[in-house]
């Protein structure tokens, strides 16, 4: 597998994009998030992998304002985002796209596109002319990044899943921001889909004004060791592991509690 061409995490004397510290989570006797310090360099690729029920989804949902920690902070670009609301997180530059793809299906691609820059800069009148202007410029960049300008009257009903998928992160980029989280960006694509797909992303994510620093939920490893320029591996809420993707993937804890390389294997009956 060839190594992660994207996203080289910034000087290590840089502040972090992104920093928790102490953030501790439960849902009664269940254990979501315990002792999180994570520290987050502009331009990296993390992948956060783990075992279902492993804590990366309440982490990625206390970043984006959608649970609070019991304890511990949230920081994003230089400011306590731990009691912000998921809107006033959104307007700090975070942006999110979902496993299934938050879409209106009965409107263009470029329709959704135009909602989704509305609810982002606040402006319903979206439709007035020289707004309208504005904004179709913009979405029509945005599709071009993604590869989906020659698709951009259709409705989006009609479109197949991972043309779905990349207009969804399309709509995240609307907001602008500095920190892209991904759930599951190519579940449900094809093998042979996934890789060009990925390669769209990540292309776009490096040529947007800035760059835009990732954080995707990820299960299939060959994603993670292609894309990821680090991996952050959980179980029971904890870090596991935390490295580039070869030391990180290689890591007896994470070849126990997540690929399943090194699983017990069941004792055959002594007869
Ligand atoms: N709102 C909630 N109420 C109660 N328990 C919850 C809630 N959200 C998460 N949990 C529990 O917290 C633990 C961590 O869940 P989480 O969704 O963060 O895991 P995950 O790693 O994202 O799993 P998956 O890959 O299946 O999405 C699980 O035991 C889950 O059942």
């Known amino acids: 597998m060839s190594a992660p061409s994207h996203g080289a995490p910034a000087a290590s004397t840089s502040p972090p994009l992104l920093a928790a510290r102490g953030v501790n989570k439960r849902f009664g006797a269940v254990v979501a998030a315990a002792d999180l310090d994570i520290a987050i360099a502009t331009g990296e690729r993390v992948s956060l992998i783990g075992s279902n029920g492993a804590g990366k989804t309440t982490f990625v949902n206390m970043i984006t304002g959608y649970l609070k920690p019991d304890q511990g902070s949230i920081h994003f670009d230089g400011r306590d985002i731990t009691a912000l609301s998921p809107r006033a997180i959104t307007g700090l530059g975070v942006a999110r796209s979902f496993q299934i793809p938050q879409l209106c299906g009965g409107l263009s691609v470029l329709d959704n596109m135009l909602v989704a820059n509305a609810c982002h800069d606040g402006r319903l009148s979206f439709w007035r002319r020289a707004h309208r202007a504005e904004a179709v410029e913009r979405a029509e960049a945005l599709l071009e990044r993604f590869a989906l300008a020659d698709q951009r009257d259709r409705r989006v009903a009609e479109l197949p899943g ?97 690929t399943g390389a090194l699983a017990p294997q069941p004792v055959e009956a002594a007869c």
């Open 162 to 258: 991972g043309v779905r998928k990349l207009l969804d992160i399309a709509m995240a980029l609307t907001a602008a921001p500095k920190l892209l989280l991904l759930d599951e960006p190519t579940s449900g694509v094809s093998a042979q889909e996934k890789f060009p797909m990925m390669e769209t992303i990540m292309a776009a994510l490096d040529n947007s004004q800035g760059g835009i620093t990732a954080l995707f939920v990820e299960h299939d490893m060959e994603i993670v060791e292609r894309y990821a320029s680090r991996v952050l591996a959980f179980a029971g809420g904890r870090v596991i592991a935390d490295g580039p993707p070869a030391q990180a993937l290689a890591s007896e804890d994470v070849r126990i509690h997540v």
